[in-house]
């Protein structure tokens, strides 16, 4: 039932890229198996990337193959394994905007400092004919934020906050299982089709859907914040 509720390229267990004229491409980069992607914009072949790994031969291939152009670099946070790939971005294509929530941004590179734009809550990022609402989801980190769009399909970029059936870390210096257990919260109230698209490939599968993570994640069904900081 997952698999057929999910965009075909979604339902694999491997992430594989472009697909058709589908609005996301999903890869996996690096050690600690992250989940990048490109939001594509196929009417006006605009494309944004959320979180950068280094190693971006094949992506940045791809959207040359397909003719798109590279608009902006979406930061669901700033741990490096997520932003890793910014300098080698920026060295490439210098006036590329960097979107990240200004308590976040103390970890990116000052000589980045000039590209990056600050993100609200609420706020509504152009990505050629499409709009990505900004969510601002603290708990793993300060600064964190989801991304949303609609296209055909809901989709929800959920960084290091929300994985496939567990939630991210708060054990960190800016994390904060109050702030989780409320972010937490948010996303239960997206409608139950949405696509959750994680940061990392922790489980079997690469993408759900938020009516099986409601029915299955432990830390979406608890019911206060002792229940969430009890979780192993």
Known sequence: MLAARLPEHLAENRATGFRGEEPV????LGSYRNFIYLILDWREKKAAIVDPQSDLDKLLGDLKDY?????GILLTHTHHDHIAGVPKLLERFPSLPIYVHPVDSHRLERKLSGSVQPLTDGQEIP????????IHTPGHSAGECCYFFERGRKYLFT???????????????????????????RIKALAPETVILPGHHYAK????????????????????????????
């Open 67 to 71: 003719g798109f152009e590279l608009t």
């Open 127 to 134: 990505v050629g004919s499409l709009s990505i609402q900004v």
């Open 25 to 28: 491409a999903q890869y996996e």
């Open 205 to 232: 599968e690469c993408a759900t859907i938020l009516a099986q993570e409601l029915a299955e994640s432990a830390p979406l069904r608890c019911g206060s914040v002792a229940e969430l900081a009890a979780l192993p």
């Open 159 to 185: 960084g290091d906050t929300l994985f496939i059936r567990d939630c991210g870390r708060t054990d960190f210096e800016d994390g904060s299982n109050e702030q989780m257990f409320d972010s937490l919260q």
